[in-house]
Every structure is written in C-alpha cells, then in structure tokens.
C-alpha cells in the first residue's frame, strides 16, 4: 500500500475563457475539489488500486471533516490531526491548460507528530517536496522517511515546485535529498534544469531520478547513469494540467513497487495522468482510458 505524508486542502479551480481583464469582470468557470499533492497521489493510487494511505494536517472546521470524508469514501486511510484552520488553493486555469496557484496552506503545514504505526501495511511512502520545505511539517516527514527506510519501504520524493524549490533553496534540497537518499526522485523539466538535473546527471543520492518532459518522453536515470526513455501518449483535449504530475506520481510508485519493471512504471504513470488532463482539477475523468 501506498502512503503519502502531506497537504490535504481545498482546490477552487477557476478556468478562464481568456486573460483576466485587469480590474474589471472576466468570465469564468469555477470548480471546487479536494487538492494538496499528498492527498491528490493517496487518491489516485486507491482509485487504481484499491487503497492508499494518507497522513496530514487539517482544521477542526467543517471544510476538513468534509475533504477527509471525500478521501475515506475513496478508500484512502486518513490519518489526520484536526486542528487550526483548513487551507486552500485558488488555481487559474488559461485556456492552453497551464495554471497559477495562489496558495493559502493553513493548518496543511503544521503537523508535528506521526500517528502510531503508520507503516503498518506500507509497502511505498511517497513525499512532496511541499512536505520538506515547511516546519514543523518538514521535521515530521523527514522522521516519517528515516522510519521507512529503517523498514525497508520504498521513499519517493517529488521535487513538486519550481518556486517552492528556490524559495527553500535549491543547494538545500539538493542536500535534503542527499542525505535521505530516496529510491526515487520525481520531477518535471523545469524542475530538473533548476536541480542541475539531466540524462547525464541525475538527483545525487537518488537511486532512481525520473524527468518528465511534458509531450516529450520520461527519463528514468540509475544512479550508475543507465538511462530509459519512454514515450508520451498524444492526449488530444488537455482541460488542465492541475494533478497530473500527482496522477503520475501515484502511478509510477504502486506499479514499480510491484513490478521493479521501470518501462511499465512510467507507461502505467502516463495512463493515469492522462486521465487527469481531461478533468477538471485533480481528479479522474472516467471516460479518458
């Protein structure tokens, strides 16, 4: 089972038919959905396979009893401290399906203890770098990921943001990563090229560094520089890219735990992280296969 330690949050999704008029009205379309990279990859994996886990922080207020509510009826164990106030994410979506966020975290970035025995059943824990960079969340993930190893479950790490990563410091997650040397670093192109990430040179202490490159072909790069390329499936209509990169994330993780088969990891992750690109925020859009 897969385990994710992070934000749960609300996504108010707003797509635009076109720019935003600046101080005036602009026509859009607004979605509210459960979001937070954490809780997105508990839920995309217990939607592919059955269950998933996941460990956070949320407010005592009705927005995180009703986001925890939506994770247990998918199957996600929630594991969550109830305290403080529930945040949010306002994401606007252009009509080329890129996005902005503007982020209010709330009570996301405050978790302070593991509940017990949360490796019971846990065969892959997987972290945002959203997770890494906030304290005293970071603290807590950073114990949540000594315990795993100490156990011998599988540790992803997503480097998530280019703009969390310079505001963290790009030489100080470089050497966050390198020192809790995960069997795997997840990222996008941007993210690489910001990390001094390439088919040359992978995330140091990495086992296994993955490099998505939008339409182009994933990248998997050993630490002893054997390198995979796998192509991108064409998706025809992009709605939004918000959770694809999680959709890819819940992906590659439960079929590479399983399987050790890097190829069908990575075709696994495109499947269902096209199935994202057709839906509204981060979710599955059933009739996308």
Known sequence: MLCTIGDLLEDVVVWLGHEPHHASDTPAKIVRTRGGSAANVAMFAALQFGSSRFIGQVGDDRLGTQLCEMLSANKVDVLAARTGRTGSIVVLVYPNGERTMLSDRGAATQLSELPQDFLTGVTA??????????????????????????????????????????????????????????????????????????????????????????????????SSGVVTSVDVPIVANIADTTGAGDAFAAGFVNEFVTTRDVTRAINTAHALARRVLGSPGATLDANAQ
């Open 125 to 222: 824990l997987h972290v945002p770098a959203y997770s890494l960079t906030s304290e005293p969340l970071a603290t807590t993930a950073i114990a949540a990921i000594s315990a795993a190893r100490s156990r011998g479950v599988f540790v992803s790490i997503d480097a998530s943001s280019t703009s969390v990563l310079s505001d963290f410091g790009v030489q100080k997650f470089v050497d966050l990563v390198t020192r809790l040397a995960p069997d795997a670093l997840l990222c996008n192109q941007d993210e690489a090229q910001l990390l001094g990430l390439g088919v040359t040179a992978p995330m140091v202490g990495a086992a296994l560094t993955i490099i998505k490159h939008g339409a182009m072909p994933t990248v998997a790069i050993t």
